[in-house]
T-cell receptor
Protein backbone atom coordinates (compact mmCIF):
# COMPACT_ATOMS: atom_id res chain seq x y z
CA UNK A 1 0.00 0.00 0.00
CA UNK A 2 1.29 3.47 -0.87
CA UNK A 3 2.18 5.28 2.31
CA UNK A 4 3.81 8.51 3.43
CA UNK A 5 5.22 8.62 6.96
CA UNK A 6 6.48 11.79 8.64
CA UNK A 7 8.60 12.35 11.69
CA UNK A 8 8.60 13.72 14.23
CA UNK A 9 4.87 14.10 14.91
CA UNK A 10 5.55 17.36 16.70
CA UNK A 11 8.53 19.58 17.36
CA UNK A 12 9.19 22.62 19.53
CA UNK A 13 12.13 24.90 18.73
CA UNK A 14 13.30 28.34 19.77
CA UNK A 15 13.02 31.27 17.41
CA UNK A 16 16.11 31.65 15.26
CA UNK A 17 17.06 27.97 15.39
CA UNK A 18 17.13 25.59 12.42
CA UNK A 19 15.18 22.35 12.16
CA UNK A 20 14.74 19.40 9.81
CA UNK A 21 11.56 17.46 9.22
CA UNK A 22 11.59 13.96 7.75
CA UNK A 23 9.40 12.14 5.24
CA UNK A 24 9.62 8.47 4.26
CA UNK A 25 7.44 7.08 1.52
CA UNK A 26 6.70 3.75 -0.13
CA UNK A 27 5.05 5.16 -3.26
CA UNK A 28 6.75 3.76 -6.33
CA UNK A 29 7.03 4.84 -9.00
CA UNK A 30 6.24 8.43 -8.17
CA UNK A 31 5.94 11.55 -10.24
CA UNK A 32 6.67 14.28 -7.70
CA UNK A 33 7.02 14.97 -3.99
CA UNK A 34 5.64 18.10 -2.38
CA UNK A 35 5.87 19.90 0.92
CA UNK A 36 2.98 22.01 2.17
CA UNK A 37 2.60 24.37 5.13
CA UNK A 38 -0.76 24.46 6.88
CA UNK A 39 -1.57 27.13 9.43
CA UNK A 40 -4.22 26.26 12.00
CA UNK A 41 -7.69 26.65 10.53
CA UNK A 42 -6.41 27.36 7.02
CA UNK A 43 -5.89 25.38 3.83
CA UNK A 44 -2.42 24.02 2.99
CA UNK A 45 -0.03 26.22 1.03
CA UNK A 46 2.54 24.74 -1.33
CA UNK A 47 6.21 25.24 -0.37
CA UNK A 48 8.10 23.05 -2.86
CA UNK A 49 7.51 20.50 -5.60
CA UNK A 50 10.29 18.14 -6.68
CA UNK A 51 10.16 15.65 -9.52
CA UNK A 52 11.72 12.23 -9.02
CA UNK A 53 14.88 13.42 -10.79
CA UNK A 54 15.49 16.45 -8.54
CA UNK A 55 17.59 16.35 -5.37
CA UNK A 56 16.85 19.70 -3.80
CA UNK A 57 14.48 22.65 -4.09
CA UNK A 58 14.51 25.88 -2.09
CA UNK A 59 11.86 28.45 -1.30
CA UNK A 60 13.32 31.22 0.83
CA UNK A 61 14.25 29.75 4.22
CA UNK A 62 12.75 26.39 3.27
CA UNK A 63 14.92 23.77 1.55
CA UNK A 64 13.59 20.37 0.57
CA UNK A 65 15.82 17.44 -0.33
CA UNK A 66 14.94 14.18 -2.00
CA UNK A 67 16.72 10.83 -2.09
CA UNK A 68 14.71 8.64 -4.45
CA UNK A 69 16.97 5.64 -3.81
CA UNK A 70 16.17 5.51 -0.09
CA UNK A 71 12.67 6.98 -0.59
CA UNK A 72 13.33 9.79 1.87
CA UNK A 73 12.77 13.51 1.79
CA UNK A 74 13.51 16.22 4.31
CA UNK A 75 12.44 19.82 4.80
CA UNK A 76 15.01 22.09 6.39
CA UNK A 77 13.90 25.39 7.91
CA UNK A 78 16.62 27.96 8.49
CA UNK A 79 16.53 30.72 11.09
CA UNK A 80 13.02 29.89 12.24
CA UNK A 81 10.45 32.61 12.88
CA UNK A 82 7.33 32.63 15.02
CA UNK A 83 5.28 32.59 11.81
CA UNK A 84 6.77 29.21 10.93
CA UNK A 85 4.56 27.64 13.61
CA UNK A 86 2.32 25.36 11.54
CA UNK A 87 1.88 21.81 10.33
CA UNK A 88 4.19 20.70 7.53
CA UNK A 89 2.84 18.05 5.23
CA UNK A 90 4.72 15.77 2.84
CA UNK A 91 2.76 14.68 -0.22
CA UNK A 92 3.69 12.13 -2.89
CA UNK A 93 2.09 11.87 -6.31
CA UNK A 94 2.13 8.35 -7.83
CA UNK A 95 3.19 8.13 -11.45
CA UNK A 96 0.47 7.39 -13.97
CA UNK A 97 0.54 4.57 -16.49
CA UNK A 98 1.67 6.89 -19.27
CA UNK A 99 4.03 8.88 -17.05
CA UNK A 100 3.16 12.11 -15.32
CA UNK A 101 1.02 12.15 -12.22
CA UNK A 102 -2.07 10.01 -11.64
CA UNK A 103 -3.84 12.75 -9.75
CA UNK A 104 -4.40 10.85 -6.52
CA UNK A 105 -1.99 12.60 -4.18
CA UNK A 106 -1.04 10.74 -1.00
CA UNK A 107 -0.65 12.91 2.09
CA UNK A 108 1.38 12.31 5.21
CA UNK A 109 -0.14 13.18 8.59
CA UNK A 110 2.17 16.14 9.00
CA UNK A 111 4.65 17.42 11.55
CA UNK A 112 3.33 20.08 13.92
CA UNK A 113 6.05 22.69 14.45
CA UNK A 114 5.90 25.21 17.28
CA UNK A 115 8.40 28.05 17.32
CA UNK A 116 8.76 29.69 20.73
CA UNK A 117 10.23 33.14 21.44
CA UNK B 1 -8.29 36.71 -8.72
CA UNK B 2 -10.35 35.29 -5.88
CA UNK B 3 -8.42 32.01 -6.14
CA UNK B 4 -10.31 29.00 -4.76
CA UNK B 5 -13.52 29.78 -2.91
CA UNK B 6 -15.64 27.42 -0.82
CA UNK B 7 -19.11 27.84 0.60
CA UNK B 8 -20.41 27.52 3.19
CA UNK B 9 -17.67 28.09 5.77
CA UNK B 10 -19.55 26.11 8.40
CA UNK B 11 -22.58 23.83 8.30
CA UNK B 12 -24.53 21.71 10.76
CA UNK B 13 -26.58 18.83 9.40
CA UNK B 14 -28.79 16.17 10.89
CA UNK B 15 -28.16 12.53 10.05
CA UNK B 16 -29.80 11.65 6.75
CA UNK B 17 -29.90 15.16 5.34
CA UNK B 18 -28.26 15.95 2.03
CA UNK B 19 -26.28 18.99 1.03
CA UNK B 20 -23.83 20.33 -1.53
CA UNK B 21 -20.48 21.88 -0.70
CA UNK B 22 -19.56 24.45 -3.32
CA UNK B 23 -16.09 24.99 -4.76
CA UNK B 24 -15.14 27.48 -7.46
CA UNK B 25 -11.87 28.71 -8.93
CA UNK B 26 -11.17 31.59 -11.29
CA UNK B 27 -7.70 30.54 -12.44
CA UNK B 28 -8.86 28.34 -15.35
CA UNK B 29 -7.33 25.30 -13.69
CA UNK B 30 -8.08 21.90 -15.17
CA UNK B 31 -7.36 19.79 -12.09
CA UNK B 32 -9.65 20.06 -9.08
CA UNK B 33 -9.99 17.84 -6.05
CA UNK B 34 -11.83 17.41 -2.75
CA UNK B 35 -10.21 16.33 0.52
CA UNK B 36 -11.37 15.73 4.02
CA UNK B 37 -9.19 16.34 7.05
CA UNK B 38 -9.86 14.64 10.36
CA UNK B 39 -7.94 15.09 13.64
CA UNK B 40 -4.77 13.00 13.73
CA UNK B 41 -5.06 12.03 10.09
CA UNK B 42 -3.62 13.43 6.92
CA UNK B 43 -5.77 14.91 4.20
CA UNK B 44 -7.58 12.16 2.34
CA UNK B 45 -8.66 12.47 -1.26
CA UNK B 46 -12.39 12.03 -1.85
CA UNK B 47 -12.83 12.74 -5.57
CA UNK B 48 -10.87 14.54 -8.24
CA UNK B 49 -11.31 15.85 -11.76
CA UNK B 50 -8.73 16.39 -14.50
CA UNK B 51 -11.09 18.51 -16.58
CA UNK B 52 -14.72 19.35 -17.29
CA UNK B 53 -16.77 16.20 -17.67
CA UNK B 54 -14.11 13.95 -16.12
CA UNK B 55 -14.15 12.79 -12.52
CA UNK B 56 -12.56 9.93 -10.62
CA UNK B 57 -12.63 8.47 -7.14
CA UNK B 58 -9.99 9.03 -4.55
CA UNK B 59 -9.22 7.16 -1.36
CA UNK B 60 -12.54 7.73 0.48
CA UNK B 61 -15.35 8.30 -2.07
CA UNK B 62 -18.22 6.46 -0.35
CA UNK B 63 -21.14 8.70 0.56
CA UNK B 64 -20.04 11.51 -1.76
CA UNK B 65 -20.84 12.45 -5.35
CA UNK B 66 -19.20 14.97 -7.65
CA UNK B 67 -19.73 16.38 -11.10
CA UNK B 68 -17.72 18.80 -13.24
CA UNK B 69 -19.91 20.52 -15.77
CA UNK B 70 -17.68 23.60 -16.04
CA UNK B 71 -13.96 24.26 -15.59
CA UNK B 72 -14.70 26.69 -12.75
CA UNK B 73 -16.97 24.66 -10.48
CA UNK B 74 -16.57 21.34 -8.68
CA UNK B 75 -19.39 20.74 -6.16
CA UNK B 76 -19.31 17.92 -3.64
CA UNK B 77 -22.63 16.31 -2.74
CA UNK B 78 -23.37 14.45 0.46
CA UNK B 79 -26.24 12.13 -0.35
CA UNK B 80 -27.33 11.15 3.17
CA UNK B 81 -25.17 12.70 5.85
CA UNK B 82 -23.73 10.49 8.59
CA UNK B 83 -21.88 11.47 11.79
CA UNK B 84 -18.74 9.86 10.30
CA UNK B 85 -18.75 12.63 7.70
CA UNK B 86 -18.11 15.25 10.35
CA UNK B 87 -14.87 16.78 9.13
CA UNK B 88 -13.19 19.75 7.51
CA UNK B 89 -13.45 19.65 3.74
CA UNK B 90 -10.93 21.30 1.45
CA UNK B 91 -11.17 21.92 -2.26
CA UNK B 92 -8.01 22.45 -4.32
CA UNK B 93 -7.13 23.29 -7.90
CA UNK B 94 -4.06 23.39 -10.15
CA UNK B 95 -3.16 23.67 -13.85
CA UNK B 96 -2.57 19.95 -13.97
CA UNK B 97 -1.56 17.11 -11.70
CA UNK B 98 2.11 18.16 -11.81
CA UNK B 99 1.70 21.78 -10.80
CA UNK B 100 1.25 23.72 -7.57
CA UNK B 101 -2.11 23.16 -5.88
CA UNK B 102 -4.10 26.03 -4.45
CA UNK B 103 -6.41 25.20 -1.58
CA UNK B 104 -9.63 26.87 -0.55
CA UNK B 105 -10.28 28.03 3.05
CA UNK B 106 -12.24 24.89 3.94
CA UNK B 107 -15.78 24.01 5.03
CA UNK B 108 -16.34 22.73 8.56
CA UNK B 109 -19.17 20.20 8.59
CA UNK B 110 -20.82 18.85 11.72
CA UNK B 111 -23.30 15.99 11.35
CA UNK B 112 -25.45 15.32 14.40
Amino acid sequence: KNQVEQSPQSLIILEGKNCTLQCNYTVSPFSNLRWYKQDTGRGPVSLTIMTFSENTKSNGRYTATLDADTKQSSLHITASQLSDSASYICVVSPMGYYGGSQGNLIFGKGTKLSVKP
Amino acid sequence: NAGVTQTPKFQVLKTGQSMTLQCAQDMNHEYMSWYRQDPGMGLRLIHYSVGAGITDQGEVPNGYNVSRSTTEDFPLRLLSAAPSQTSVYFCASSWDTQETQYFGPGTRLLVL
